[in-house]
């Protein structure tokens, strides 16, 4: 298949599957006590148990479905994960309890995977000289679903109810399991990895943990994630802090929470192709360097314009740290293990989206809701430098 082809197509499954996943998340509090009965002081705790049930689940398997994909195809594990999460889907929409919905958030944890299938396809599609326009293009979309998808599920659960909005998540999906069904072949060089590996005649591979680039990249996404999710507990609240008395507070804490997607958007490409250009190490720092020097910024305003301000240039700086790890992965990464490698990175994620809430929260707790901002600047700042001293300075490359 051609890359453009394949490129255009994963684009479309990217929007479907992101903008899917944000049009139910930010709702699930009103979803719970709304639709299935749960009283005001305890939604909280059990906002908190649907959304970590996923995140818990997907990590364990992810790094399964991943040497799946390296042995039985990349295609096929994307079909699965598309076709389950639309059964996911369909499960919430029909859900009538608290349990019911955590139980499905787990069997959606179950089905994950899709992301790091779409990475390890487009990464053995794409052309060496466009490695990074593809997956900071990839990333712009998955940040632009981010955009979309509470937009359209307030939309829809304003006129149609909210249980309409799993309906049309799981139709997304599906039309997803469809697009890899028909459209999307499995990329020659995994089939030529799966057919030397069934013939005996491929080389061992060592353990990615004894691999010490791809080890760290693992790590540097994981905090990355984690850093990402850290102001999560507390970012709805520190703008209706900085507001005040301002009238509809809901809808203006949601256009400046987008605000960082709607930046991430349009600047993903911009990083891919700096990256192409001057190395993904020297991208990553400067995304890095740049994103930590704006979450600082952003901790010092005590009025919401210059906040809001500092929400979109910090989303300029962000959407350069993921596109840069998954080029520095693709690029040092066989074709064999390519599964294996963005399922483990999927996983190392999602362990980051567990941590970041709670670590944010604490500091929160202890030290004020500034101090969140200049700890997540202070780790980004850090990260920055060691990865600069290591793989710039250094210059070690691969190992």
Request: net charge positive; proline share 5%.
């Amino acid at each position: 298949m051609n890359w453009k082809a394949v490129l255009a197509i994963i684009v479309c499954n990217i929007l479907f599957m992101s903008s899917s996943y944000t049009m139910l998340i930010p709702f699930l509090p009103l979803y719970l006590t709304t639709e299935l009965g749960v009283a005001p002081e305890h939604v909280n705790l059990w906002s908190g148990i649907v959304f970590s049930s996923t995140f818990a689940v997907s990590a364990v398997m992810a790094p399964i479905w991943g040497r799946l994909a390296d042995t039985r195809g990349k295609r096929v594990m994307a079909m699965r994960a598309s076709f389950l999460l639309s059964v996911s889907y369909f499960l919430g929409g029909i859900v009538e309890t608290p349990g019911e919905l955590t139980a499905m958030r787990m069997f959606q944890g179950f089905a994950a995977g899709l992301w790091p299938m779409d990475l390890a396809i487009m990464t053995l599609y794409a052309p060496a000289a466009k490695l990074g326009l593809c997956l900071g293009i990839m990333q712009g979309v998955l940040t632009a679903g981010g955009v979309v998808g509470p937009l359209l599920g307030g939309v829809l659960a304003e006129c149609f109810g909210m249980r309409m909005s799993f309906f049309l998540a799981a139709g997304a999906l599906f039309v997803n399991f469809l697009a890899f069904a028909f459209f999307i072949k499995e990329p020659p060089a995994s089939l030529a990895a799966m057919a030397a590996q069934k013939a005996g005649n491929d080389a061992p591979q060592p353990s990615v943990w004894k691999m010490p680039l791809l080890r760290n990249m693992l790590l540097c996404g994981t905090v990355v994630q984690m850093v990402i999710l850290i102001l999560q507990p507390i970012l709805t609240t520190y703008i209706a802090h900085l507001a005040g008395d301002l009238p509809n507070i809901v809808f203006v804490a949601g256009l400046v929470f987008s605000l960082g997607g709607i930046a991430g958007a349009l600047a993903a490409p911009f990083w891919g192709k700096l990256g192409q250009r001057r190395g993904f190490f020297r991208a990553m720092c400067a995304a890095l360097f740049l994103a930590g020097c704006a979450m600082l910024v952003q901790g010092m305003p005590d009025t919401l314009v210059p906040f809001a301000v500092m929400q979109f240039v910090g989303g300029l700086f962000f959407c350069g740290i993921h596109p840069s790890i998954n080029a520095v992965l693709a690029q040092n990464s066989p074709a064999a293990i390519k599964g294996r490698i963005f399922g483990l990175l999927f996983s190392a994620q999602q362990v980051g989206s567990m941590a970041g809430p709670l670590l944010g929260g604490l500091v929160a707790t202890w030290l004020g809701m500034h101090a969140v901002f200049y700890f997540a600047g202070s780790i980004l700042l850090l990260l920055s430098f060691l990865v600069w001293r290591r793989y710039v300075r250094g210059a070690a490359g691969v190992e």
